[in-house]
DNA sequence: GAATGAAAACTTACACCGCTAGTTTATGAG
DNA sequence: CTCATAAACTAGCGGTGTAAGTTTTCATTC
């Protein structure tokens, strides 16, 4: 078949079907060749639309942070808008966690990820918080919520209770975590949203609003 | 070659040269054929010592896991023994970053990750936690210490001042984050898991103290 | 001490991988 | 109308995990 009359790929068709077969079959299987029949075409013929196959995992890692809202930190406060941010971010992640490994690496030059970081440091820095601690604050963020979208905790344990009840006393009801895995992700990441929060914002009364307050006009 | 007379292999120096390799080129360098010639022997005669590559990534895993140290749990108070083993753990996946992203899978069958799971969990439900709060504390820290090992978050930004110039009028100075990486993902650690425990603490106080003094005997 | 079976190296080979090179034809710009 | 470019193709390279079968040695059993 030489050069369609209607171009058969776009790139935007490319990254959809990506992520298709990503959150069905796992990073793993995601070939050039697999994603090239599912497009109805052969495999060297998406090097006309993506340079390398990283390129092709980029784009779709960006559409996936794209559905982050950042927004809040142009509308509320700082610890609001922060919240708001962990459990968009977070939702973002879960509904295609295949590709979190791939996208936890960094933003690298991604667009939607590099406007992202923006916005919430930012966003931080505008509230009051001095740079260096904006930053670490976005980070540890970041650490958390890509943490508990990568791997599911209740997942990573075995469904098979004759493991844990030979050597792991305490494990006893692990291999039913995964029953309910949904609830436990949830539970420990509102949990440590809350805390993680909590701990910030005594930190922020502690530091910057001690700070204001001792300048002549705070 | 046949059989030799001594075998040159053993699991322990294929897991110790696995290990090695993933250090120094990464875990998408680690090859059968690569590690195999490493241990000056050919591809396939590593499948005499283990039954899949896989096999051998949990190996490589399980050693990184297992020195992280839990025994705070039985010596110190919880809050303590959670900051103690936070850090371990997170220089136990920092020494080794590479292998991060496939460790933070999960425990699966790994005997180290089975027993510091154990461990903490049976640490916190002997402080009095509720198991349940206990699954979820155990889960946030790892999602917190996961996270910040995997793709430091410094690193992750490009070295390019021109990247961040144009488009992201906050980011001006990340390229510089890139030297200062250790310093960053540490502070951040630093600040985050304080946060968290801090959090953490204060839930006890309001949730676990409180009704263990509404009990008869408490 | 001979026989035997498992162990541990080997070679060969398969199906798949990312990607390059070169070919063919349709498109759109001048 | 010309022609460079775009977008598909086929062929193929070097690499991957691993299965299959071979050879020799070691450890055990009669």
Redesign the pocket.
């Known amino acids: 078949?030489?050069?369609?009359?209607?171009?058969?790929?776009t790139r935007d068709r490319i990254v959809e079907t990506a992520l298709a077969l990503i959150d069905a079959d796992g990073l793993g299987?995601?070939?050039?060749?697999?994603l090239?029949a599912a497009l109805?075409?052969?495999?060297?013929?998406l090097?006309?639309?993506f340079?390398?196959?990283?390129e092709i995992l980029d784009a779709v890692a960006d559409t996936v942070t794209g559905a982050v809202d950042t927004s809040g930190f142009a509308s509320r406060d700082w610890l609001a808008a922060l919240r708001d941010w962990a459990w968009s971010y977070r939702r973002a992640l879960t509904a295609h966690p295949n590709i979190v490994p791939y996208l936890a690496q960094g933003p690298g030059r991604r667009p939607a990820a590099l406007a992202m970081a923006d916005a919430v440091y930012g966003g931080l820095v505008r509230a009051g918080w001095p740079p260096a601690r904006a930053t670490h604050i976005g980070a540890a963020l970041r650490y958390f919520v890509a943490g508990s979208a990568l791997g599911s905790f209740a997942r990573g344990f075995v469904e098979d209770p004759e493991l844990y009840a030979a050597h792991y006393p305490h494990l006893r009801q692990a291999h039913r975590l995964a029953e309910h895995q949904q609830s436990v992700d949830e539970g420990a990441f509102a949990l440590g949203l809350d805390a993680l929060l909590h701990g910030l914002a005594a930190e922020y009364t502690r530091t910057v609003e001690t700070v204001e307050s001792a300048r002549p006009n705070g």
Chains 1, 2 share one sequence.
Request: aromatic share 4%.
């Open positions: 078949m030489p050069r369609p009359r209607r171009p058969l790929l299987a995601l070939s050039t060749r697999r090239a109805g075409v052969q495999g060297p013929s090097y006309n639309h340079a390398t196959k990283d």
